[in-house]
């Protein structure tokens, strides 16, 4: 998914992690593997970084992702 309902009920940063989800738990984007950046996602959504941001703290929050300082945001391995 590529494009936002912006009207729609759900918000935009809540569509973008929903996306980010689905593609992480079916394994598209695999435990370990970094997503993409914050500049890539919001020339993908053609959103603001603070709609990126709100999407992954929400991932965050769940702990499916995580930051490495300097790196990027990774998918957390939850086999361990």
Do not use: C, F, H, N
């Not at 935009?12 to 950046?37: F, K, M, N, T, V």
């Not at 959103?47 to 965050?60: F, G, N, W």
């Not at 929050?61 to 300082?69: F, P, Y």
């Amino acid at each position: 998914m590529s494009t936002i309902d912006r009207d729609g009920p759900v918000p935009p940063y809540r569509q973008i992690a929903d996306d980010l989800r689905r593609r992480i738990e079916s394994g598209e984007i695999p435990p370990g593997r970094r997503i993409p950046s914050m500049v890539e996602l919001e020339q993908q959504w053609g959103v603001a970084r603070d709609t990126i941001s709100k999407a992954t703290r929400a991932l965050k929050a769940e702990g499916l992702i995580e930051t490495v300082s300097g790196m990027g945001i990774y998918v957390v391995d939850r086999s361990e």
